[in-house]
């Protein structure tokens, strides 16, 4: 993918030279963040390799949710919430649908079964089910309350916020702490993998610094092209947060949750795929709410619409009864892509009705 950071430069001379050409803005600067997301996770699995398969699908999880979160600041900036709150909502589905459906896929396609640690799947499967029930409950009182929830409908955002950081910080210290041999999986280094020349925790680190670095930049762009394209082609914004968005910021999981069942580490790939979920909605959402005190025109609610509401719900659904007993198949990993894109279709034929 390195031709593509080509790409780069010509998005930034883009915007500074012909910014009424959105359409180009906007594609230029979706493909340009496609590389940098790939080096971002490059970068994070040569960390991910020195300290076991669930730090590492943490380590991998945290950085390839950078590009999310950097997302998510720069349309917090612009005011485009609903933009904001589809990618959040997004970046849930797609890990837990589109990256391990197709880690699923991929890693089935030349063996009969794959296995993992059931009980660390249900683990993040169960922390999966919370993070849904604190995004629903703030749309229900909304919905219950009508007008007259406005009031208290900030407090009781920031609240939730406040405990899901804390659920979040317990959940490191289980995973990393109390009970890591959940999550350390059983993958031994063949011999191709040991000839592999490893980068240096440095370089590893300065890589991760530019690329970051840069991502910011063209996530300003991106973002800034959203609303005049998502116009041209008639979609909502939330369709473009949903399934564009979110699929950019995911990229980096993509690449390595399918890489990583390919090489039959499986614990590695549910890791990343549902643990990355997880960090949206339990780290990243709740940042950014809180966020939205002090950047952006106005403080940003968790009362997510009814429409994004309805698919992490039956996402969340459907991640715990794969995730039950410990192992994986091709048909496993189509049955969560079909899920996805049938959700995909919904939002392209009626994204007026699910964007309120």
Avoid: C
């Avoid at 998005?11 to 496609?34: D, G, K, N, Q, W």
């Amino acid at each position: 993918m390195n031709w593509l950071l080509l790409f780069v430069p010509l998005a930034i001379a883009l915007e500074r030279l012909a910014p009424e050409h959105y359409l180009l803005v906007f594609a230029a600067s979706s493909v340009a963040i496609l590389p940098l997301v790939a080096w971002l996770g490059k970068a994070t699995e040569q960390l991910a390799d020195r300290s076991g398969e669930g730090v590492g699908g943490l380590l991998n999880a945290t950085f390839g949710n950078a590009a999310e979160l950097i997302i998510g600041f720069a349309a917090l900036r612009a005011g485009l919430f609903d933009v904001v709150k589809a990618s959040i909502a997004g970046s849930i589905v797609g890990n837990i649908l589109l990256v391990l459906g197709a880690a699923m896929l991929a890693g089935g396609l030349h063996r009969s079964e794959q296995h993992f640690n059931p009980m660390g799947a249900r683990s993040q499967a169960t922390m999966l089910t919370l993070a849904a029930i604190a995004l629903v409950l703030p749309a229900t009182y909304r919905a219950a309350l009508g007008p007259e929830a406005t009031a208290g409908l900030g407090s009781l955002s920031v609240a939730i916020s406040v405990v899901l950081l804390f659920v979040y910080a317990l959940y490191l210290f289980f995973t990393l702490v109390t009970h890591s041999a959940l999550f350390l999986g059983s993958h031994v280094p063949d011999e191709e993998e040991g000839h592999a020349a490893p980068w240096t925790t440095r370089r590893a680190l300065l890589v991760l610094a530019a690329v970051t670095a840069m991502i910011a930049w063209l996530s300003e762009i991106l973002v800034g092209a959203i609303e005049p394209t998502a116009e041209e082609f008639g979609l909502s914004n939330v369709f473009i947060g949903v399934f564009v968005v979110a699929i950019l910021g995911n990229a980096a999981e993509h690449a390595t949750a399918i890489t990583a069942a390919m090489k039959d580490r499986m614990d590695l790939a549910l890791s990343i795929a549902i643990g990355s979920s997880v960090q949206v909605a339990l780290f990243v959402a709740p940042v950014l709410v809180l966020a939205s005190l002090f950047v952006g025109p106005a403080p940003m609610d968790l009362a997510f619409p009814t429409g994004l509401v309805v698919v992490i719900l039956l996402s969340v659904l459907i991640t715990g009864q794969v995730a039950s007993d410990g192992r994986s198949d091709w048909l496993k990993g189509v049955q969560l892509l079909a899920v996805y894109l049938i959700m995909a279709l919904a939002f392209f034929f009626i994204p007026a009705a699910l964007a309120h």
